[in-house]
């Protein structure tokens, strides 16, 4: 591994034990034994280890040692998104607009792939957001819209699409948008995916796709992101 191409032995280990595959080949060796089979110090290879962790490549527990996990884009997109609105908040707007871009652009594809246990689950989540909207007292049903995103979009096989709605929905929770919305606006989020779900579950995908649309308008109109374009 002299041409490491991260310059991480341990990554470049990842790769070629992926690659070769092999029974069990998710359960990884410890950071003793790679550091003998790579020559690598073992205080290299942890510092290694963090950051694929942190990219969400490997898990590690007590018990189990260093395990390879599926690929998942959304950790490496939040890494770097939640430097980037730290720093500089109003980069939030810009990758609310992308998120945006990308729900509509895959909207089509991804609603056609929805299994009818698909549209039940939406129905639910509806019925759990109004519940919560409609009792005594108000809570605003943060999670549910999170959900009800991310499961329209979830047959997709494209990570990367899926990682970077994940991403929005983190940075969203970050910008504190899920701790306070007025409630008329809340009422018009819920009728929108009200609308969504409708669509999805009778095939008219085209009327689902104008209700999403508008939909994506609303966080504009909220007073505490009078400037942050397109993010709902």
Known sequence: ??????????????????????????????????????????????????????????DVRPRTGIRRLPYDFAPAVWQSLSYAIAT????????????RQIELAFWDQAVR????????????????ALSKLN??????????????????YKRLENPFVLGLIEAYWAAYEAAGFNLYADYNYLQDVWNYHQLMVNAICSGDFEAGYR??????????????????????
Do not use: C, W
């Open 113 to 128: 792939l929805l299994t009818p246990e698909d549209h039940q689950e939406l129905q639910s989540l509806m019925e759990q």
């Open 211 to 232: 209700a999403l649309l508008e939909h994506t308008d609303l966080l504009y109109h909220r007073p505490e992101a009078m400037n942050l374009p397109n993010g709902n």
């Open 135 to 152: 009792g005594t007292p108000i809570r605003i049903p943060h999670s549910e819209h999170r959900q009800l995103h991310i499961t329209i």
């Open 1 to 58: 591994m002299a041409n490491s191409r991260f310059e991480s032995e341990f990554l470049d280990f990842l790769i070629a034990s992926a690659v070769e595959g092999g029974e069990d080949s998710d359960r990884l060796p410890s950071l003793s034994a790679l550091s003998q089979e790579l020559g690598v110090s073992v205080a290299r290879l942890r510092e290694q280890l963090e950051v694929a962790k942190a990219l969400g490549f490997v």
């Open 88 to 99: 500089e908040p109003t980069l939030f707007q810009p990758f609310a607009l992308l998120r």
